[in-house]
Nanobody, 111 residues
Framework: QVQLVESGGGLVQPGGSLTLSCAASGFFSIGTMGWYRQAPRKERELVATISRSGRTTYADFTKGRFTISRDNAKNTVNLQMNSLEPEDTAVYLC??????WGQGTQVTVSS
C-alpha cells in the first residue's frame, strides 16, 4: 500500500522559516515528487517539483525563497521555506507524479 506522510508544518511569524518533509512508502519506484498547496477558498497550486535525477521546477511565487530536495535512498522529499509571508498560509501536500497524494500539513504564517 502506497503512502505519503508529510510533517513539519506549523505556525511561524512572517519572515520565518519552515522545513516540510514527506516520507513515501510502498512504492516500487518513485519518479517526480512535488509539493503543492491549497489555501482556503483557492484551488490547489504547484509549489515545486523534483525529478528522480534532481531536476527542479518552482512556481513563480517561491521567488527563490523555497528549495525542494529529495533523498532517493530514503524516499523522502523536503521543502525548505524561507522568508515566509502570510500569503504562504495553506495546507501543503506532497505528491508522487500527481497521482498519489499525502494528507497535507498546515502551514500558517501569522504574527
Amino acid at each position: 500500500q502506497v503512502q505519503l506522510v508529510e510533517s513539519g508544518g506549523g505556525l511561524v511569524q512572517p519572515g520565518g522559516s519552515l522545513t516540510l518533509s514527506c516520507a513515501a512508502s510502498g512504492f516500487f519506484s518513485i519518479g517526480t515528487m512535488g509539493w503543492y498547496r491549497q489555501a482556503p477558498r483557492k484551488e490547489r497550486e504547484l509549489v515545486a517539483t523534483i525529478s528522480r535525477s534532481g531536476r527542479t521546477t518552482y512556481a513563480d511565487f517561491t521567488k527563490g525563497r523555497f528549495t525542494i530536495s529529495r533523498d532517493n535512498a530514503k524516499n523522502t522529499v523536503n521543502l525548505q521555506m524561507n522568508s515566509l509571508e502570510p500569503e504562504d498560509t495553506a495546507v501543503y501536500l506532497c505528491a508522487v507524479e500527481t497521482h498519489y497524494w499525502g494528507q497535507g500539513t498546515q502551514v500558517t504564517v501569522s504574527s
